[in-house]
């Protein structure tokens, strides 16, 4: 009854080390995020998209420079771990997009760069208003579910260009 007791123990104690060791070599190249390559115009989308996964994977803070307060082993890990999520992230970019990314070596650099993409946000708020109102206006058949999916879509991207505000008065001013 002893050595099976052992031998459960030190089973146990290998599968938490070769865990453990899994999660700093975890190869994050053969992932495939089923998510719409950046194109630009796409932006909101595709971020919204990549940072959900980026958080479903514990890994949200990939996107911003690393803290220079880091062990010379974290620092190993988080130079590995960024390399794989970068390259993950440079298979979302349409293959016209890459070459503009292509010198980028950190998530955070690719991040940063992609907003770049759509910064302009009066030509982004003119272009959801007109969504809005082309939708409004359509005279297509929609099922209810498509129609009311591309009025919260865009409810979502107006309200990241023009926050609402918990007090009235500064919100009307501001739209």
Same mark, same amino acid.
């Given at each position: 009854m002893t050595s099976s007791t052992s031998t459960a123990s030190s089973t146990t104690s290998t599968f938490a080390s070769a865990a453990s060791d899994l999660s700093v070599y975890t190869n994050y190249v053969n992932v495939h995020l089923s998510i719409d390559k950046l194109t630009g115009p796409n932006y909101a989308t595709w971020s919204s998209d990549v940072r959900l996964w980026l958080?479903?994977?514990?890994?949200?803070?990939?996107?911003?420079?690393?803290?220079?307060?880091?062990?010379?082993?974290?620092?190993?890990?988080?130079?590995?771990?960024?390399?794989?999520?970068?390259?993950?992230?440079?298979g979302t970019l349409d293959p016209l997009l890459k070459q503009i990314f292509c010198s980028y070596e950190t998530c955070a650099q690719i991040w940063e760069h992609a907003k770049l993409l759509d910064t302009n946000d009066t030509q982004r708020l003119y272009s959801v208003c007109s969504q809005?109102?082309?939708?409004?206006?359509?005279?297509?058949?929609?099922?209810?579910?498509?129609?009311?999916?591309?009025?919260?879509?865009?409810?979502?991207?107006?309200?990241?260009?023009? %926050?609402?505000?918990?007090?009235?008065? %500064?919100?009307?001013?501001q739209r």
């Amino acid at each position: 009854m002893t050595s099976s007791t052992s031998t459960a123990s030190s089973t146990t104690s290998t599968f938490a080390s070769a865990a453990s060791d899994l999660s700093v070599y975890t190869n994050y190249v053969n992932v495939h995020l089923s998510i719409d390559k950046l194109t630009g115009p796409n932006y909101a989308t595709w971020s919204s998209d990549v940072r959900l996964w980026l958080k479903s994977q514990r890994y949200l803070d990939y996107l911003v420079p690393k803290a220079p307060s880091l062990t010379p082993v974290e620092d190993d890990r988080w130079d590995t771990v960024d390399a794989q999520l970068c390259v993950v992230l440079k298979g979302t970019l349409d293959p016209l997009l890459k070459q503009i990314f292509c010198s980028y070596e950190t998530c955070a650099q690719i991040w940063e760069h992609a907003k770049l993409l759509d910064t302009n946000d009066t030509q982004r708020l003119y272009s959801v208003c007109s969504q809005f109102a082309d939708l409004i206006a359509s005279k297509h058949q929609a099922s209810m579910t498509d129609y009311i999916g591309k009025i919260h879509a865009l409810f979502h991207e107006f309200n990241e260009l023009l %926050p609402p505000s918990p007090d009235l008065v %500064p919100e009307i001013a501001q739209r």
